[in-house]
Antibody, heavy 113, light 112 residues
Framework: VQLVESGGGLVQPGKSLKLSCSAS????????MHWIRQAPGKGLDWVAY???????VYADAVKGRFTISRDNAKNTLYLQLNSLKSEDTAIYYC????????WGQGVMVTVSS | DVVMTQTPPSLSVAIGQSVSISCKSS???????????LHWLLQSSGRSPKRLIY???NLDSGVPDRFSGTGSQKDFTLKISRVEAKDLGVYYC?????????FGGGTKLELK
């Protein structure tokens, strides 16, 4: 199993960013997937979940601003981040499965002017 | 939201010592299927989290049997016997019974 995140970077408040998580080593279409973030020096903070059938659930802190999606043909998970705030600054991890089976290496998102 | 209270926040241990970490949830973690979706993760320094134990007591592949998980309903414990240097890092409990998913605050295991 391998999960590789990409798309992070420095972005101004109010702007947008799209993260990707490329999956391999398992049947991607059969598994739900999560995004989880970790602010610098802090603990883990769950962001969103998408089921194998593309049902979605979001944390209140990101509802209406972030959108999780998947492309099973490309074995890729996405997170669209809109209306970014400074408090969204974090490492963003994708994780496989209902039980956080495997995690990617993470991608840094910094929201600052 | 389910609040996960993890104690202690830090532990200083000598190599070979045994330690226990507690994780208490504000609600029962038993799902409607009868299973308990409480897991333990380890985040070594500068690395991404790695799951060690799933559903209270099931060790992931490659995890030594020095690790054990016990508990039920709202009260869970991770025990590490004969701590080795590679066990150091931050341990998190996590629940995937309820949405939103939540994590304990972490327990930092470091060398005495």
């Amino acid at each position: 199993v391998q999960l590789v995140e990409s798309g992070g970077g420095l972005v101004q408040p109010g702007k947008s960013l799209k993260l990707s998580c490329s999956a391999s080593g398992f049947t991607f279409s059969s598994y739900g997937m999560h995004w989880i973030r970790q602010a610098p020096g802090k603990g883990l903070d769950w962001v969103a979940y998408i089921s194998s059938s593309s049902g979605t659930v979001y944390a209140d802190a990101v509802k209406g601003r972030f959108t999780i999606s998947r492309d099973n043909a490309k074995n890729t998970l996405y997170l669209q981040l809109n209306s970014l705030k400074s408090e969204d600054t974090a490492i963003y991890y994708c994780a496989k499965g209902y039980r956080f089976d495997y995690w990617g290496q993470g991608v840094m998102v910094t929201v600052s002017s | 939201d389910v609040v996960m209270t993890q104690t202690p926040p830090s532990l200083s241990v000598a190599i070979g010592q045994s330690v226990s970490i507690s994780c208490k949830s504000s609600q029962s973690l038993v799902y409607s299927d009868g299973k308990t979706y409480l897991h333990w993760l380890l985040q070594s320094s500068g690395r991404s989290p790695k799951r060690l134990i799933y559903q209270v007591s099931n060790l992931d592949s490659g995890v030594p049997d020095r690790f054990s998980g016990t508990g039920s309903q709202k009260d869970f414990t991770l025990k590490i016997s004969r701590v080795e240097a590679k066990d150091l890092g931050v341990y998190y409990c996590a629940q995937t019974t309820h949405f939103p998913r939540t994590f304990g605050g972490g327990t930092k295991l470091e060398l005495k």
